[in-house]
Nanobody
Framework: QLQACGGGLVQAGGTLRLSCATSGFSLDDHAVGWFRQAPGKEREGVACTTRRDGTTLYTDSAKGRFTISSDNPGNTVYLEMNNLKPEDMGVYYC????????????????????????WGQGTLVTVSS
């Protein structure tokens, strides 16, 4: 189970930190990530990571501004978002997939939402200009 929170309304240039509490599985053998969906648009990947080998990937729009992390030991995944822009607005979902299924992370994992089997309920991020 994944429970995301931390969304809200922020001005452009502001910061938000999303949290995703996971349960029922270990972050040691699951890849985790964040996707988002803006109104009228398809879901798109933001970032993903595996604790096992430390691989961390970001989409171009997130690089340099967003940071994905997890507490260790622990079961919470975070997405720190800095310098937010209106185009970052949308519902943010945390996702997870067994490493045994997804294998070594690649940029493709952020392009294909169907590659992720576990999805949280989403948290809304609104950025005012």
């Amino acid at each position: 189970q994944l429970q995301a929170c931390g969304g809200g309304l922020v001005q452009a240039g502001g910061t938000l930190r999303l949290s995703c509490a996971t349960s029922g599985f270990s972050l040691d053998d699951h890849a985790v990530g964040w996707f988002r969906q803006a109104p009228g648009k398809e879901r798109e990947g933001v970032a993903c990571t595996t604790r096992r080998d430390g691989t961390t990937l970001y989409t171009d729009s997130a690089k340099g501004r967003f940071t994905i992390s997890s507490d260790n030991p622990g079961n919470t995944v975070y997405l720190e978002m800095n310098n937010l822009k209106p185009e970052d607005m949308g519902v943010y979902y945390c996702v997870a997939e067994p490493i045994g299924v997804i294998g070594h992370l690649s940029p493709q994992n952020l392009q294909l939402p169907l590659m992720w089997i576990y999805w949280g309920q989403g948290t809304l991020v609104t950025v005012s200009s």
